[in-house]
């Protein structure tokens, strides 16, 4: 598989079904929303991320004019609230794969000593704890 420069992490992750992990949860396994909708949800933190990153959306406000009636520079707060609350809405186990996965685009290796076992349950466990992070972005992104 080729990986081309400007391909997202999430969206490869897609194509290869890491997002359709169901989970364990009250004795059963299941999955409460499609992988499209934790694609979705990863989209718009990494949209919101971008924008709060790039000088905060600065906009020209004019109907508020200054002592020397220059123009006055406001700030959009709307990408920093937005981002900062769903931040806030995911559990402290899943911020730090949210982070490596969507945010910085990096894979998490495995150790490099493990066995074959080990490498299968390693990554099994970055996958459940990728979606369920996704799964509680999704309930802050649903309007």
């Known amino acids: 598989m080729t990986k081309r420069k400007d391909d ?14 169901k989970y364990y949860h009250n004795n059963t396994y299941y999955q409460p929303y499609t992988a499209k909708d934790r694609l979705t949800a ?17 906009s020209l406000d004019p109907s508020i004019p200054k002592v020397d009636y220059s123009y006055n520079f406001t700030v959009t707060n709307i990408p920093i609230k937005r981002f900062r609350s769903a931040l806030r809405k995911v559990s402290t186990p899943f911020i730090p794969i949210l982070y490596k996965i969507v945010l910085e685009q990096q894979e998490i290796p495995p150790p490099v000593k493990c066995t074959k076992r080990e490498r299968l349950y390693f990554n099994d466990e970055i996958k459940t704890l990728l979606c369920r992070g996704l799964d509680e972005l999704i309930s802050y992104y649903q309007y």
Do not use: A, N, T
């Not at 997202?8 to 992990?21: C, M, N, P, S």
């Not at 989209?43 to 600065?58: A, N, P, R, V």
């Open 42 to 58: 990863g989209l718009l933190f990494y949209k919101d991320f971008i924008s709060w990153k790039q000088g905060h959306l600065h």
């Open 8 to 21: 997202f992490l999430l969206e490869r992750y897609f194509k290869h079904g890491f997002l359709d992990k």
